[in-house]
């Protein structure tokens, strides 16, 4: 099985911070948990596997994709910080935005909001004001707007950080099922046992340095 991404050699520095991946690859429709202390790399490692920041050193690819043209690679990629931000207006409008951007059709728009908002447990809110929704409300409007794209990799920074704890069960459950919606999930977490309750492969990042790597494919580059 090709994977989605593989990562090669990739060195990040600043300041007195580096982040170091000897090898990396990840493989479609699976559920990774990136995990660390405060300061490790997780968000960094996120961040350079979605191509917003690159790395000094090290290769970054996407062994399915015919071109290397960065914007059109960023394209199978979305990620979601730890502390989202939602448009003004409403929810329909927040997953509307992206489709828009891509010139995906009005019609089109309308019925993957529709699909995408029932996959996140949020069936019937497409006219809520984004403005009124609960801290859980607003990660699963988050993620939907990631997911309504169709991306191959789906990167998660911290995604239950603010959910309260009655509303983390559920959202623990929507991340173990996003693989069968075609979709490659990495979510980074400070909570080891989260990978399990989720069914997630583990990534452990230690003092910057990635310590539990799925490697095979990502030697041949």
């Known amino acids: 099985m090709e994977p989605v991404v593989c990562l090669k050699h990739i060195v990040f520095s600043r300041g007195v911070f580096r982040l170091s991946v000897e090898y990396l690859e990840l493989f479609p429709r699976r559920v990774y948990a990136l995990t660390g202390a405060n300061g490790a790399g997780k968000s960094t490692l996120l961040k350079i596997m ?19 043209d960065p914007d059109q690679l960023r394209k199978k990629v979305t990620y979601v910080e730890q502390s989202p931000y939602l448009f003004q207006g409403t929810v329909s409008d927040n997953l509307a935005y992206g489709l828009r951007l891509r010139g995906v059709a009005r019609e089109e728009q309308a019925r ?3 699909l995408t908002l029932s ?14 929704l609960s801290s859980g409300e607003t990660q699963k409007v988050a993620l939907a707007r990631a997911l309504v794209l169709k991306p191959d990799l789906l990167l998660l920074d911290e995604p239950t950080a603010n959910i309260d704890g009655n509303s983390q069960p559920a959202f623990e459950g929507l991340l173990a099922r996003l693989p069968k919606y075609g979709v490659t999930v990495v979510f980074s977490t400070h909570d080891r046992f989260q990978a399990e309750r989720v069914g997630a492969e583990l990534l452990c990042i230690h003092d910057g340095q990635l310590q539990c790597q799925p490697i095979a494919a990502c030697l041949r580059i």
């Open 112 to 114: 993957r909001i529709t």
């Open 119 to 132: 996959i996140v447990g949020l069936e019937g809110f497409e006219l809520r004001q984004a403005k009124e």
């Open 50 to 68: 979605a191509l917003l920041v690159e790395p000094q050193r090290g290769i970054v690819r996407f062994p399915g994709s015919t071109t290397r």
